[in-house]
Every structure is written in C-alpha cells, then in structure tokens.
C-alpha cells in the first residue's frame, strides 16, 4: 500500500488549507482507517483526524475547524483545515490501516509540512 499526499505549505492565522491523501496498492474495501496525524518540534504525534468504516475522528484542538472526507471510489481522503493556529503548525502524514493477509497493517504516507504564521 502506497500513500500520496499532497496540499499543505503556508497559511495565515485564520486561513485554510487542503490537504489529500491517496491510497494505491489496495481495494478501498480493505482499508479500515485513513486519516491524518501531525507531528509538531519536540513533540508527539498526535491524530488530526482519520475516516474509518464507521464515522470520523477529530483531535480535540481541531474539532470544528477541520473536516475530513473520505472518498471510497477514489481510494482518497481529503483534509479540510479551517480557522488555522500557529500552533497548528506540524508535519502532517497521511496514515492507512489496511487488511493484508497476515492481518490489519498501519501504512504511513511521507510527512508535508504546514506552516500558520501569526
């Protein structure tokens, strides 16, 4: 399973940025979750959001402000980053938590940077 992450880069406090994630490699049947986390300087990586068969996740610092939408048909999840913070500023990777034949295997996607200045 390949992911393919694009979107991020600058923003303004306030402003908005995209970012998507595609899947390749695996039938949209068989991926369980996919989503987002983040990883800030000196910090833990933490989940943004994912999208798994059953509903939707949030961190709690983004709930209301970002949207995530999953997309089966195209194997893509899309990030809606609204109302941005400096402190929303991280490296941001896609991960995928897909059925293989030796069970559930976590797939991450390399890092984009997003940057929310003040």
């Known amino acids: 399973v390949q992911l393919q992450a694009s979107g991020g880069g600058l923003a303004q406090a306030g402003g908005s940025l995209n970012l998507s994630c595609a899947a390749s490699?695996?039938?949209?049947?068989?991926?369980?979750?996919i989503g987002w986390y983040r990883q800030a300087p000196g910090k833990q990586r933490e989940l943004v959001a994912d999208?798994?068969?059953?509903?939707?996740n949030y961190g709690d610092s983004v709930k209301g402000r970002f949207t995530i939408v999953r997309d089966n048909a195209r194997n893509t999840v899309y990030l809606q980053m609204n109302s941005l913070k400096p402190e929303d500023t991280a490296v941001y990777y896609c991960?995928?938590?897909?059925?293989?034949?030796?069970?559930?295997?976590?797939?991450w996607g390399q890092g984009t940077q997003v940057t929310v200045s003040s």
């Open positions: 991960s995928a938590l897909a059925q293989s034949e030796d069970g559930p295997v976590n797939y």
């Open positions: 490699g695996t039938a949209p049947s068989s991926v369980l979750a």
């Open positions: 999208a798994t068969n059953s509903g939707t």
